[in-house]
């Protein structure tokens, strides 16, 4: 049960991670992600139109005092250099045709060149155009915008070019990236708290519901869960609960139903069995008629063995059910029982194997009619659903602190998933051909449990079914080896 909570709650949870904070999650990336993109954009966008503001009004000067020779470009771009008032900031450059250093404001040395595409698209292109990337000197980020000087004629006689370190421009796109996903982190933090907070105002009365549900489910119908919601939760409370009544009303209208015609049969079919035998005993009956009683005795038994389970059943489910418990040689009682069952099963033509690995039977508290009757119902079921396999084999042994009881047929067995359904009260399998009451492995069931023990049940390695029962040597249960 404590598993069931767990897996349920686990389960509300993985659906609470993919649905809200995982979504949550992606969109805060997304936002995160965009938001980057455009501050390095807006950055990079104000810095590149910057220097290309500047280039395009220092060619404006160029033109305006028409230079007409390479002497006039160079004495221009001399003194253009040495009045230029943002050299902390920018460095300057004039290039020749050929991409080569002609001037710089910091002090690079000439007839070296930069080698960058925007020089050589400036030149052909005739248009300013602008690079990002690394200084080969000192691998530092750097921006460069050129623009191509023209003489009258429009030939380009030389290049103009503006550099500006990128060092603090994408530091402050970094720290802005940084402050977005603080922000982020704080929106996420907020979100999984609210929602933590929301889960555990469901989760806590869904698990109570779930416990009381799950009793509901093994039996203790009438039970009510505390119901002290006002929303969707109290309306479920409300149905489970009137569920759970109706469950009850219904479950005691049928036992006593169940107690009132197991009596009412119990009187005739013992009139019946009573002069049924008497008339066997009569010699002057045919042996037609003799075979007819026959028939009429063995029905009225199997009537009264179904009405005597459901007095049983019916004890066990009002409380009236009890144990006479003593110390008994268990080993003794489930050969007692053997050999009372051994004729019937040679009749039908069944072998019966019998092993005891015990090397000394120990005793043991129980209920020696109990289980005596354990043993016959479990025989019965054997030889009735194995009899196909002709053969049942039983064993007893030590496991642990218990004391182990197998029961085996070699008949078809039983529908994996209809294994768990066998114990229910009133469920027969889809492969069972046989009649009965459907509660016969209800009741054993219920007396090995009064007993402390389990009764448990599979199917056997190699074909047919394996019953096996675990029975504590005292009243102090230990761990059961299997």
Known sequence: MKGTFTYFTRGLRHRWLK???LLVLAALVVVICLFSVIIYNYYHSTVRTGLESKARTATDFFATH?????????????????TFQERDRLELQFLNPDG???ISTFAMAADTSPNTPDIW???ESRQISTWVGRNQATGERIMAASAPILLSGGHVIGVMRFVTSLRQVDRQVLLNIVAIIGVGALVMVFVIFQNVVFLRSVIAPVSEITKMSKRIAEGSYGVQISNSYKDEVGEMVESINEMSLKIAQTEKIQAEFLSSISHELRTPLTAITGWGETLMYNDQLENETRSGIAIILKEARRLTKMVEELLEFTRMEDGRFTLNIEMIDIAAELEDAIFTYRELLHQDELGFSYECLLDEPPMIPGDPNRLKQVFLNLFDNAA???NEGKQIEVSIEMAGEYVRINIRDFGPGVPEDEIENVKMKFYKGSNSKGRGSGIGLAVCDEIIKYHG???ELENAEGGGFLVTIYLPQSSATGEIER
């Not at 028409?66 to 040495?82: I, L, P, Q």
Request: aromatic share 18%.
């Open 19 to 21: 649905g809200t904070v």
């Open 66 to 82: 028409g230079v007409r020779s390479y002497a006039d470009y160079y004495n221009s771009a001399f003194r253009f250099a040495e």
């Open 100 to 102: 080569s250093i002609m």
């Open 121 to 123: 698209s400036a030149i």
């Open 384 to 386: 009735k659903y194995g």
């Open 453 to 455: 023990g389990s009764l």
